[in-house]
């Protein structure tokens, strides 16, 4: 006999259903969360990186933005192979953005202005450079050193080629043979993403024991959470087998296309059940301090799959990279957005929204590109590709963000997206960094265009203020000037001002924890409408206008609209019932 409460929350039991239900007590369910890609936020000693004092002496203009918390990229000490998730020392600031006691102060800061603090933490792999990988590329074949990654012997006769045939998230093998050190070539490491970023060994409870430690040390300091990188990696099946579906494959057909089981089975390295002991480790940790909360970067489809990294002894939230990658469509809008919110009350979590982050083309620029034409998650756009639709782009990316932000849930925010800010496409080649464009020969640009510098002041510098010297890690291109934070502060109608007036809204209307549900009476087929908490929020996906409702307008994407009551295509409106 079934348990009662499988139907409507999966199998838990009560205990576990009442602190789940717990309505909206932790801060983390409703949140809106801006995440903060440190080197490009905002300099403050004019090298052209930016650093941890220049986010401190932004902070303010967070604040006004209505932002509850920041996440971090990653900001300790590291090589930059990979812009910083390859850590070479996780309880050090890297020089680059500043010292453990500019964290201090930033934490002080942000504190007294109500802005929580989330920093990335990086299990599945360190940097080559890391003292762990030291000892161990020093120390004998079987040894514990070694045991700390994931060493294993060639295959052929002289153990010439890679174990087996797992290909890097970056391009080409995820394997690469060291030579010992007496000169002959040795054994061959594992790496899921850059040769530089060799993959832990989690079946070691050293490796195990080091992270509890990492995290309570930052848990110590005052960090509010942790947003962890690569979440669906950390375990890789037994025996390293062989995937029966390569990844340039997986590229093609999306993962969510198999079942549970045939992408366990197919995919050796992502998902496998055995992570749920390493989360729930992490969980107990986190737990000996209050009020903290982890969101999970598990890429993981379909959605019931990635629910079972959120149950309630696991991670709190994890990225919907479902929602973002949904086509700009009604129909399809709206059924991800069912699932996403019965899927995670299912386990008794909040959905979380995302639209932009630092792997992937910014949503202004996205939702310029005809469907056909889209690169993949990761790719970026080449700069012989079809030149997007820049209007329409920025246009469609006000609209899908005012109708992600009236959703209950939490909400990440990508630094630069409250300027409407478009995607570096164009950057020349000598400019880009990403291991992704190195490893494929330039064939996959990669994702340094969504990585620019951020514009502050129009043409206070080179770098429109980032910093006083004009430097800049990445050129920002000519037509970031006019996305300045300084022509749209106060100017009605901007983007900027558009993302305050959501973010007021929302908080005022509670719509984060809100009763929502979808407002079929005000919907056609070219339009989607949902009431929360007495807000009525109505997306016109065109190409026609439609006529609005009446009650007061609290927001609109659109400019004029209070005058005319007729919403044009790709505008969302927020009424007042
Ligand atoms: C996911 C991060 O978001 C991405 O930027 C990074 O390259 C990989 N994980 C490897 O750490
Ligand atoms: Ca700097």
Known sequence: KPKANCLKFGCMSNHEIIAAARPNAEWWRTAVIY???????????????????????????????????????????????????????????????????????????????????????????????????????????????????????????????????????FGGPAWTRITNTDGTPGQWYLHMFDSSQPDLNWDNPRVADEFDDILRFWLKKGVDGFRVDVAHGMIKRAGLPDATIYDENLRERSISNLTMAEAEEQVPYWGQPGVHDAIRRFRRVLDEFDDRAFCAEASMSPLPR?????????????????????????????KIITDSIVEYAKVGASSTWVMSNHDGIRHATRLGIAPEHT????????????????????????AATAFMLGLPGSSYLYQGEELGLPEAWQLEGKYRQDPTYARTNGKRIGRDGCRVPL?????????????????????????YRAFARNLQEGVAGSTLELYKRLLKERKAFGMGSGEFRWAEEFQDKNTLAYINNGVLVIFNFGPDSVVVPAGEVLVTTQHDLTVERELEHDQVVWIKL
């Open 35 to 169: 995440q903060i890609y440190p080197r490009s936020f905002a300099d403050s000693n004019g090298d052209g990186i930016g650093d941890l004092p220049g986010v401190t002496a932004r902070l303010e203009s967070l604040a006004s933005l209505g932002i509850d918390a920041i996440w971090f990229s990653p900001f300790f000490k590291s090589p930059q192979k990979d812009a910083g998730y390859d850590i070479s020392d996780y309880k050090q600031i890297d020089p680059l953005f500043g010292t453990n006691e500019d964290l201090e102060v930033l934490l002080a800061k942000s504190k007294k202005l109500g802005i929580r603090i989330i920093v990335d933490i990086v299990p599945n792999h360190t940097s080559d450079q890391h003292a762990w990988f030291q000892e161990a590329l020093a120390a004998p074949e079987g040894s514990a050193a070694r045991d700390m990654y994931m060493f294993r012997e060639g295959k052929g006769a002289n153990g010439e080629l890679p174990p087996n045939n797992w290909q890097s998230i």
């Open 306 to 334: 990635l629910a079972m990294w959120v149950r309630p002894d696991e991670y709190h939230q994890a990225f919907n990279f479902d929602y973002m990658t949904t086509a700009y469509e009604p129909a399809a809008l709206k």
């Open 375 to 398: 690169p993949r998650p990761g790719d970026g756009i080449h700069p012989t590709d079809p030149a997007p639709d820049e209007a329409l782009g920025l246009r469609r990316a006000r």
């Open 455 to 479: 514009p502050w002041e129009a043409d206070a510098t080179a770098s429109n203020g980032f910093n006083t010297t004009g430097e800049s890690w990445l050129p920002q291109p000519a037509n």
